[in-house]
């Protein structure tokens, strides 16, 4: 008798997909703006090009578009009230440098060749804060393996966490990487948001069990 087959791919690395009822304003913006700034990864990459994984609800992402006008800046995300959310920033704002996927970000980092961006944002992941839920957990070894091929040499990441456990096994899994180098030289440089930081919704609710941390590296 055979064993019947395991459905397999990645683990689902986030939680609900949709909450409350989208506003008529921005569900109409999902109708007529996401698909023209939808990410095509056949687009090609003429410009600095950053991504932020999991944006939530895109004030840090719009915020850095609009300091950044000469930055691409690729978003995923696969909330749709989040990208609803996102989406209202990005018009309010009049930002034309936001390309958005609706989905999960490791397809967009699958799509993207060696070298591509010059900065990745993980701004407070779903923190599956319960052992047995640790492996759903987006900063897995294969994870950091594909973050660290899309950076160009030189190229930034920075992680950010309020939960104690996520830090310490995301630092050990950063600094395992032989292509990424920890820029911190001293404890204000994780505790002390960096200076080009923004805050955001989910750092504001305190929800974790520590200060949040920062974690910066450098691609070697
Ligand atoms: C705790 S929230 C933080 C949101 C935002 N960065 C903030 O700090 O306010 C984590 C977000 O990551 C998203 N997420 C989880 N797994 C993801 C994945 N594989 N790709 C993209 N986004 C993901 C979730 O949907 C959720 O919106």
Same mark, same amino acid.
């Given at each position: 008798?055979?064993?019947?087959?395991?459905?397999?791919?990645?683990?689902?690395?986030?939680?609900?997909?949709?909450?409350?009822?989208?506003?008529?304003?921005?569900? /109409?913006?999902?109708?007529?703006?996401?698909?023209?700034?939808?990410?095509?990864?056949?687009?090609?990459?003429?410009?600095?090009?950053?991504?932020?994984?999991?944006?939530?609800?895109?004030?840090?992402?719009?915020?850095? /578009?609009?300091?950044?006008?000469?930055?691409?800046?690729?978003?995923?995300?696969?909330?749709?009230?989040?990208?609803?959310?996102?989406?209202?920033?990005?018009?309010?704002?009049?930002?034309?440098?936001?390309?958005?996927?609706?989905?999960?970000?490791?397809?967009?980092?699958?799509?993207?060749?060696?070298?591509?961006?010059?900065?990745?944002?993980?701004?407070?992941?779903?923190?599956?804060?319960?052992?047995?839920?640790?492996?759903?957990?987006?900063?897995?070894?294969?994870?950091?393996?594909?973050?660290?091929?899309?950076?160009?040499?030189?190229?930034?990441?920075?992680?950010?966490?309020?939960?104690?456990?996520?830090?310490?096994?995301?630092?050990?899994?950063?600094?395992?990487?032989?292509?990424?180098?920890?820029?911190?030289?001293? /404890?204000?440089?994780?505790?002390?948001?960096?200076?080009?930081?923004?805050?955001?919704?989910?750092?504001?609710?305190?929800?974790?069990?520590?200060?949040?941390?920062?974690?910066?590296?450098?691609?070697?």
């Amino acid at each position: 008798m055979s064993t019947p087959q395991q459905p397999h791919g990645p683990l689902r690395t986030f939680g609900r997909i949709k909450s409350r009822p989208i506003k008529p304003r921005q569900a /109409a913006l999902l109708e007529t703006l996401l698909p023209k700034i939808a990410f095509d990864p056949a687009e090609p990459l003429t410009s600095e090009t950053w991504l932020e994984i999991g944006f939530g609800g895109g004030e840090h992402l719009a915020e850095q /578009a609009a300091r950044h006008p000469d930055v691409r800046i690729i978003g995923a995300e696969p909330f749709v009230n989040g990208v609803a959310s996102a989406l209202r920033h990005i018009d309010e704002r009049g930002v034309a440098n936001v390309r958005l996927h609706q989905g999960d970000a490791r397809e967009v980092l699958a799509a993207l060749p060696d070298g591509a961006l010059s900065r990745i944002f993980i701004l407070f992941p779903d923190p599956w804060p319960k052992a047995r839920h640790n492996k759903r957990r987006l900063i897995q070894p294969e994870v950091v393996t594909e973050l660290a091929r899309v950076l160009k040499p030189g190229g930034r990441l920075r992680f950010a966490t309020d939960w104690a456990d996520y830090a310490n096994r995301a630092l050990e899994m950063f600094i395992a990487s032989p292509h990424l180098r920890w820029s911190a030289g001293e /404890a204000d440089d994780w505790r002390v948001p960096p200076a080009d930081h923004v805050t955001t919704r989910y750092e504001e609710k305190r929800l974790g069990d520590c200060a949040p941390v920062f974690l910066d590296f450098e691609r070697v």
